[in-house]
Nanobody, 122 residues
Framework: QAQLVESGGGLVQAGGSLRLSCAASGRTFNSYAMGWFRQAPGKEREFVAA????????TYADSVKGRFTISRDNAKKTVYLQMNSLKPEDTAVYYCAAGRAHSTLPNDYSYWGQGTQVTVSS
């Protein structure tokens, strides 16, 4: 059974950094895109970043460009989201997802983790 498990969330002050991890297991995601999404209370789930396992193609939401970096470690089957210069508006539950298409749309992703809370205080 395919499983994605996020970790690394927490409470941080504005301007600080966090690194989220997403460990994949249960199936091969080599041909998949891996994405990070986030959802704040009362808001729609929104795209943050995506990367393919097979090459270094990456995509970012405009709101995080220059501050967040997505990367992967194929040997560890883990995807990371390095978040720097965090802002209070980055506060949300962050989800890892896997999908066939390198997409910014949540509906294009078939597998989802349980989410990890990121809270940025001002």
């Amino acid at each position: 059974q395919a499983q994605l498990v996020e970790s690394g969330g927490g409470l941080v002050q504005a301007g600080g950094s966090l690194r989220l991890s997403c460990a994949a297991s249960g199936r091969t995601f080599n041909s998949y895109a891996m994405g990070w999404f986030r959802q704040a209370p009362g808001k729609e789930r929104e795209f943050v970043a995506a990367i393919r396992w097979s090459h270094d193609s990456t995509t970012y939401a405009d709101s995080v460009k220059g501050r967040f970096t997505i990367s992967r470690d194929n040997a560890k089957k883990t995807v990371y989201l390095q978040m720097n210069s965090l802002k209070p508006e980055d506060t949300a539950v962050y989800y890892c997802a896997a999908g066939r298409a390198h997409s910014t749309l949540p509906n294009d992703y078939s597998y989802w983790g349980q989410g990890t809370q990121v809270t940025v205080s001002s």
